[in-house]
């Protein structure tokens, strides 16, 4: 899942890592996913953040994303400009 946040105030790509930082620290902990900064990295108000896990079938991925992405827009600091999830599996390998 790829998140693409606007930050709130922010004014130099230092206070970005800090804002960004413990979301992404939040998202690995609660929901045992893979999660990084992936996007936007020039840029101190906009970011982008790649979310993946793995799992034996397609319902829990999405329901474990689906939380991933509600717990993001939860956050005041941040504005989720969007989220796209896609799923993969054996045949697109």
């Given at each position: 899942m790829r998140l693409d946040l606007l930050l709130g105030d922010v004014h130099s790509l230092k206070q970005k890592r800090s804002v960004v930082r413990p979301i992404v620290a939040e998202l690995r902990r609660r929901f045992e996913v893979s999660a990084a900064e992936s996007g936007h990295l020039d840029?101190?108000?906009?970011c982008e953040v790649g979310v993946a896990v793995?799992?034996?079938?397609?319902?829990?991925v999405r329901e474990v994303l689906d939380a991933c992405e509600a717990l993001v827009a939860?956050?005041?600091?941040?504005?989720l400009l969007s989220a796209h999830q896609r799923l993969w599996d054996d045949e697109d390998a």
């Open positions: 840029l101190h108000r906009r793995v799992a034996p079938d397609a319902a829990h939860g956050r005041p600091e941040i504005e």
